[in-house]
């Protein structure tokens, strides 16, 4: 069975993150997309499950107290988080676990998880490209187009603390490096791997 690995992606909403994934998806083996926990109810169209695992404020709570988050936090009103469970079920299964979070849940999750996460940022080119595909996906008005944009001149700002960055100036080139950045997330040593592994040399007569 193939060993689970965990990867992060970061970067700006418009970036293609999404895009880069579903066009990966047969090369890279089984997978576990990490679906955030939400007390905020859901939009239309969106699915328990699928875009989120929608629950109540009592029971976001608890899961807090029985430390059942890799990380979460509180924005405008509600809870968002990365529930450990289906992560740890994931990983024992040998999937490869990907999380599609911002900067500050990538700290977050590299300070709890350093040894088993490989990391990449995914950009346009520019911020003019950014501004252009924003805009070409005719989704959200100018405020929020303005408002990610401005994100995105902080977000690019940490780049340095990623293992890798992928520019997707097209999808057949971004994806070919997300493959090949898939792959070798899979193949990073934890430091028990490696204890045990020294332990073995060792032993050997």
């Known amino acids: 069975m193939q060993k689970g690995a965990v990867l992060v992606l970061s970067g700006p909403s418009g970036a293609g993150k999404s895009t880069i994934i579903q066009a990966s998806s047969s090369e890279i083996g089984e997978y576990y997309f990490s679906i955030s926990t939400t007390t905020r109810l859901p939009r239309e169209g969106e699915k328990n499950g699928v875009d989120y695992f929608f629950v109540t404020k009592e029971h976001f709570e608890e899961d807090i107290k029985a430390g059942h988050f890799l990380e979460y936090a509180q924005v405008h009103g509600n809870y968002y988080g990365t529930s450990l469970v289906p992560v740890r079920e994931a990983l024992e299964a040998g999937k490869l676990v990907i999380f ?38 005719s989704t959200d008005n100018q405020e929020i187009i303005q408002e990610r944009l401005e994100n995105a001149k902080e977000e690019i700002k940490a780049v340095n603390e990623y293992d890798f960055i992928i520019v997707n100036n097209t999808v057949e080139e971004a994806t070919k490096r ?6 070798a997330a899979r ?16 032993s050997e007569k």
């Not at 940022?121 to 950014?130: A, E, G, H, N, R």
């Not at 193949?187 to 060792?202: G, P």
Request: proline share 3%.
């Open 100 to 137: 599609d979070i911002d900067v500050q849940g990538h700290r977050l999750v590299r300070a709890k998880m350093a040894d088993i996460i490989t990391s990449a940022f995914i950009t346009p080119p520019t911020l003019q490209s950014l501004k252009e595909r924003l805009n070409a996906r």
């Open 178 to 183: 997300f493959v090949t950045i898939a792959k």
């Open 187 to 202: 193949l990073k040593q934890s430091d028990k791997d490696n204890e045990n592994f020294i332990e073995h040399w060792l």
